[in-house]
């Protein structure tokens, strides 16, 4: 991928992970459907940097995702991790890839109103499909780690070569 189509790419995936940071549902019902659950699991997701195969954010854990005491709920934590490695992915990709291998690992709870770190990076790539992405969250006071997310990630198909790509631009031009 050229460096104009990097920076396209890497504006996109910042675009995309904002603009699902601030959906809103019309009403308290429209949460549960219509693709609103990541909105609220990740409502105060602050982006601090995008950059080719790397997001960073902070994360403040608000009281409704939280149990009842007052831990982080592993679920709102997964699916956090989800876009934003998927936000990663996009960076050095172009499109949002979906999962076909998940696995998470739990440290320690992150608490109500504690504000926590994410790390996304792409590991691996194999063939043109399949990229790998780790995602690591700590607590910002003291570091202490308290999940970290790998996945495979896939498209449901092969990205375009550089010369398909002229040829869709040449061609959407006339």
């Known amino acids: 991928m050229g460096e104009e189509a990097r920076k396209r790419a ?3 995936s910042r675009t995309w992970l904002e603009q699902l940071s601030q959906k809103k549902p019309a009403t308290d019902e429209a949460v549960w459907i219509g693709g609103f659950f990541a909105t609220i699991c990740q409502s105060s997701l ?18 409704h995702l939280t149990d009842e005491d007052e831990n982080w709920q592993p679920g709102a934590i997964a699916t956090l991790i989800d876009n934003v490695g998927a936000a990663a992915i996009m960076t050095t990709e172009g499109v949002i890839k979906v999962s076909v291998e998940f696995a998470i690992s739990y440290f320690s709870p992150a608490k109500l ?13 194999k063939g043109k499909k399949l990229t790998a992405v780790l995602v690591e969250i700590r607590k910002k006071q003291g570091g202490h780690l308290v999940a970290v997310g790998r996945q495979w990630m896939t498209s449901g198909r092969s990205l375009p070569t550089e010369s398909a790509r002229e040829r869709i631009n040449t061609n959407s031009r006339l």
């Open 46 to 63: 602050c982006i601090s940097r995008i950059q080719d195969g790397c997001v960073f954010c902070s994360f403040r854990v608000p009281a």
């Open 113 to 125: 109103n504690e504000e926590v770190e994410i790390d996304a990076r792409v590991v691996e790539h």
């Open 10 to 12: 890497t504006d996109a």
